[in-house]
Structures are given as C-alpha cells and as structure tokens.
C-alpha cells in the first residue's frame, strides 16, 4: 500500500507546483494589466492566453466582479487557487501519509 501513498503524494506536489506557478502567472498578468503593454508581445500574448479563459468564467458566474473599471477576477482566481490547495492538496498529502508503512511493522 506504501507504493499507492507515495503515488498520492507524488501527485499532491505536484498539483501544489502547478497551482503555485498558475498564481504567479496571475499576479504576473494582473501587474501587466496596471501598466497596459504592447498586446503583440509573445509574453504577453502568452500570458492573457492562460488567464484569460479562467477570467472570463468567473466573470461569467459572478458578473459584480468587475465594478467601477477594476477586474476583481484575478482575486478570485486567488482565492480559488489557494482553497483547492488547501482542501484537495492537503487531503492528498494526508491521504497519502496514512497510507505509508506502519510503525509496528518497521523497527
């Protein structure tokens, strides 16, 4: 069983580096927005591309996240970002450890 839990694990760091990358592409994204760049740019154009999509359903399931021209979007994606971290991440992580070698079984 200790294979599956290491298995759990592996795949827990692994979706917390995903999730820690996609945050700061977020925050590189809402920084760029302040500063509105030049939209041919291959970064920039990479950039929007990854966000765009998210930003564009959760403007579409919240429509108040856009008030007096300032996109809370971003924040959203946050918040979000750092709750699936937090609940299916850490539950893997401790799903994982429960199923490691017992103590009885080692010295």
Known sequence: MFVVGNLLMTVARLLQIVINLYTFVVIISALLSWVNPDPYNPIVRTLRSLTEPVYYRIRKWLPFVFMGGLDLSPIIVLLLLQL??????????QLGAGMGPTRAGFF
Do not use: D, E, K
């Open 84 to 93: 699936f971290n937090g609940v299916v991440v850490a539950s893997l992580f």
